[in-house]
C-alpha cells in the first residue's frame, strides 16, 4: 500500500493558500515511500506521478499517477477490498512469505522468460485479468487493455461487464482474445454470449465462479448516496478532476455494451443496469452449469475463482481444461487464503492433467516468479495494469507489462535461472523457516 503520511507540521505556510495546500498534501500522501535505505525519511523519496513513461520505474510509479489523476469514486473502486479487505492484504502479503535461495555461476546469457499458453508462446506467463466497469477509468478501457496485451504479447481477457462490444474488441490486431463468463438471468444469455465468444474468435472462455453474492464493499459503497446516485461530496470531488472527465465522461457514462439488451429499458442507467445485473446472479450456479457451459464451448475453458482442494479435485472431473486459483481480487469473502497460499496443495491435486493458473497480487517481476516456481503455469494480473491504464491509456498498459517482464528478466538471472522451467519450489523458502537447516550430507557430511 503507498503511505499516507501527512505533512501539515512541516509547510505552515501552505495554510495561506488552501489550493496550493491541498495539492501538495495529495503529492506527499499518494507518492512517499519508506525504506530500511533512509534513516529519518532521508533521502526523501517519492514515486514518479509525472506523465513521461519513460520515466517510470515500477507498477508503483503508475499507481502514484493514478492516484494523482483519479477521483476517489474510481479510486475506491479500483483498489478496495470486502468488509476488512483482509483478503485483499494477504493477497499481497502471501509473496512476502516466500525467500528465494539463489543459484550462482550459472550461464544465463540466453535468458528467457517466455512459456506457452495454450500451446502458443507468449512472451511471459501472464495474461491481463478480466475487469468489470473499466470505463469509469477511461474511455475505450477495453480497447486499451486489449491493445497494450497485443503489444505485449500476452493475452486479454475481457469481462462480461466491460464497456466495449467483444466484437470491437476483437478487432484489435495481434490480439489473443479470451471471454470471461457471468451467469445471470435466464439460460439465453450466457447461451448467447458463449456464442458470440466463439463468432468473436475467443481463443479461451473463463467461467468465474465466486461472484454470485457480492462482496461488502464498503468503502466503494459510502461513495455513492444510494444505489443510484453518488454523494455529494462524491460528486465535488470528482468534478476536482478535470483531466478524468476530459478522458473518461466527455460523452456521458459508459454502458455494458455487450449485455445492454438483456437489461430492462428502465434499467439501463449505469448504475442502476450494474444493481440489475447483481440482483440476476443465480445463487444456484453448480458444477451442472460448468457441464451445459462446457457442452456448448468446444474450445479451451476454465474455471476461475477456485480455492479449496475439493473444488479443484471436482474441476478435474468436470472436463475444463485449466483452473485458476484467485480471491476476486480480495473483493468478494473476507479472511480467505490467498491463491498463493493454495498453489503448492493446488499443483499437487492436478499434477500434469490440466493447466493450473492464479489470479491477485501481481504487482511485480518477483511475484510472477514465485508463482511459477510454486507450480502456477501462468498468473493473471488486474490491478497492474489498470494502473498503467489510468496512467496513461494502452501506452501505459504496455509500459505496466513490460516493468512486470523486465523484472522478471533482471530476477531470473539473479536467482541463477535461464527460463520459466528451470523454476521449481527448491528455489524458495519460506521465512518462517529460516535459518534454512540442511542435512550434513547435503553440505558435505563428515571428514
Same mark, same amino acid.
Given at each position: ?8 507540521c512541516k509547510c505552515p505556510a501552505a ?36 506523465g513521461n513513461l519513460d520515466r517510470v ?74 475487469? @468489470?466497469? &473499466?470505463? =469509469?477509468?477511461?474511455?475505450?478501457? #477495453?480497447? !486499451?487493455?486489449?491493445? /497494450? ?35 445471470? @438471468?435466464? &439460460?439465453? =444469455?450466457?447461451?448467447?454470449?458463449? #456464442?458470440? !465468444?466463439?463468432?468473436? /474468435? ?193 501506452d501505459g498498459v504496455a509500459k505496466a ?47
Open positions: 500500500m503507498l503511505h499516507r503520511k501527512s505533512s501539515f495554510f495561506a493558500s488552501p489550493s496550493r495546500f491541498f495539492v501538495r498534501w495529495r503529492v506527499m500522501t499518494f507518492t512517499q515511500h519508506h525504506s530500511t535505505a533512509q534513516l529519518d525519511d532521508h533521502p526523501r523519496r517519492r514515486y514518479y506521478s509525472g520505474q515500477s507498477i508503483e510509479d503508475l499507481r502514484a499517477r493514478t492516484h494523482r489523476l483519479m477521483p476517489r469514486l474510481v479510486l475506491e473502486y479500483l483498489e478496495g477490498g470486502s468488509g476488512e479487505e483482509a483478503t485483499l492484504a494477504r493477497e499481497r502479503a502471501a509473496f512476502a512469505d516466500w525467500r528465494f535461495v539463489p543459484h550462482t555461476l550459472v550461464d544465463e546469457h540466453d535468458r528467457s522468460v517466455a512459456r506457452d499458453i495454450l500451446g502458443r508462446e507468449a512472451a511471459m506467463p501472464l495474461l491481463i485479468a478480466p475487469t @468489470g466497469l &473499466n470505463g =469509469i477509468m477511461r474511455r475505450h478501457a #477495453d480497447i !486499451a487493455l486489449a491493445q /497494450g496485451a497485443a503489444s505485449a504479447g500476452v493475452p486479454f481477457v475481457q469481462s462480461t461487464m466491460s464497456n466495449e462490444r467483444m466484437e470491437d474488441v476483437a478487432k484489435v490486431k495481434g490480439l489473443r482474445h479470451w471471454w470471461q463468463l457471468y451467469v445471470f @438471468g435466464g &439460460n439465453e =444469455i450466457w447461451q448467447s454470449l458463449v #456464442d458470440r !465468444a466463439h463468432d468473436a /474468435g475467443c481463443e479461451a472462455l473463463v467461467l468465474t465462479t465466486n461472484s454470485q453474492i457480492f462482496g461488502q464493499r464498503e468503502w466503494y459503497a459510502r461513495t455513492r448516496m444510494n444505489q443510484t446516485m453518488p454523494s455529494v461530496p462524491t460528486v465535488l470531488n470528482a468534478a476536482a478532476h478535470p483531466r478524468w472527465i476530459a478522458t473518461t465522461l466527455n460523452r456521458g457514462m459508459p454502458d455494458f455494451a455487450n449485455v445492454i439488451d438483456y437489461i430492462p429499458k428502465d434499467k439501463r442507467g449505469f448504475f442502476q443496469s450494474a444493481f440489475w445485473i447483481r440482483s440476476q446472479m443465480p445463487k444456484t450456479l453448480s458444477w451442472d452449469h460448468v457441464a451445459r457451459i462446457r457442452d456448448r464451448w468446444k474450445r479451451p475453458f476454465f474455471l476461475k475463482g477456485l480455492l479449496h482442494p475439493h473444488d479443484i479435485r471436482r474441476a478435474m472431473e468436470s472436463g475444463v481444461d485449466g483452473v485458476i486459483l484467485g480471491s476476486h481480487g480480495g473483493r468478494q469473502g473476507d479472511w480467505t487464503v490467498s491463491a498463493l497460499d493454495m498453489l503448492p496443495t493446488a499443483r499437487e491435486i492436478v499434477g500434469d492433467s490440466m493447466a493450473l493458473y492464479m489470479s491477485g497480487g501481481i504487482r511485480r517481476g518477483t511475484d510472477i516468479l514465485k508463482a511459477v516456481a510454486l507450480g502456477a503455469d501462468a498468473v493473471l494480473a488486474g490491478r497492474a495494469p489498470l494502473y498503467g491504464l489510468c496512467a496513461a491509456g494502452a507489462l513490460d516493468l512486470l517482464r523486465a523484472e522478471m528478466m533482471n530476477e531470473l538471472g539473479q536467482m541463477g535461472a535461464k527460463s520459466m522451467d528451470s523454476l521449481n519450489p527448491d528455489i524458495l523458502v519460506r521465512a518462517r523457516d529460516l535459518p534454512l537447516q540442511l542435512p550434513k550430507s547435503a553440505v558435505g557430511g563428515q571428514g
